[in-house]
């Protein structure tokens, strides 16, 4: 079946450690986005990218940085630069049909504690 | 900067019940909307999305419509369950994107 896998589930890291956030697709879809979710809040735009080797910042991008060197795969790295790393971070994919009518699909989420 | 309201911010009724969850967005040119529900720890999954040329969809007992002269979405679910339960949200995006903004989500509780 396909779908986005996160990994992991959970991450746990000491403060000032920088740490990579894993995120796979197999729907062959173009564009892949991440986002952070805090209790009381709605989800947040981190980084987007809708090509290979192209991605730009969404609205909470400080602190965090991300590639795409292939199209099934955008790595989220949150650097010791982000105050407040604690959150759960979901991955998503679309295509990108030129009608901007495409649904978003996204993954289960990686819960990152940094303590 | 697009915001996006989600009301009521939890609703709790018991099982067989009609509900209506809302949404509304700052800015009215709301070019695709997308409706998800999010069980605890997990990722959000897709239940109706209603693309630019549409009004409304529906799939089973639920049914999402969006009045695009006010930007407000409304999620309509018939006949509750126990299993309905989850937290709910609205993700919209303005003409020429592809990016969502969110609301923060209702959290339903359908008591047996």
């Known amino acids: 079946d396909g779908g986005i896998t996160q990994s992991p589930k959970y991450l746990f890291r000491k403060e000032g450690q920088n740490v990579t956030l894993s995120c796979e697709q197999n729907?062959?879809?173009?564009?892949m986005y991440w986002y952070r979710q805090d209790p009381g809040q709605g989800l947040r735009l981190i980084y987007y990218?809708?090509?290979?080797?192209?991605?730009q910042k969404g609205d909470i991008a400080e602190g965090y940085s991300v590639s795409r060197e292939k199209k099934e795969s955008f790595p989220l790295t949150v650097t010791s630069a982000q105050k407040n790393p604690t959150a759960f971070y979901l991955c998503?994919?679309?295509?990108?049909?030129?009608?901007?009518?495409?649904?978003?699909?996204f993954g289960n989420g990686t819960r990152l504690t940094v303590t | 900067k697009q915001e996006v309201t989600q009301i009521p911010a939890a609703l709790s009724v018991p099982e067989g019940e009609n509900l209506v969850l809302n949404c509304s967005f700052t800015?009215?040119?709301?070019?695709?909307l997308q409706w998800f529900r999010q069980d605890p720890g997990k990722g959000l999954t897709s239940l109706l999305l209603?693309?630019?040329?549409?009004r409304e969809q529906t799939s089973g007992r639920l049914n999402a419509s969006l009045d695009k002269s006010s930007g407000r979405s409304t999620l309509y679910i018939a006949a509750s369950q126990p299993g309905d339960s989850a937290t709910y949200l609205c993700?919209?995006?303005?003409?020429?994107?592809?990016?969502?903004?969110f609301g923060k989500g209702t959290k339903l509780s359908v008591i047996p």
């Open positions: 998503a994919s679309s295509l990108l049909t030129g009608s901007y009518n495409s649904p978003l699909h």
């Open positions: 729907l062959n879809h173009d564009a």
């Open positions: 990218s809708q090509i290979v080797n192209d991605f």
């Open positions: 800015d009215s040119a709301i070019y695709n």
């Open positions: 209603i693309q630019s040329s549409q």
């Open positions: 993700g919209g995006s303005g003409a020429g994107s592809y990016q969502l903004t």
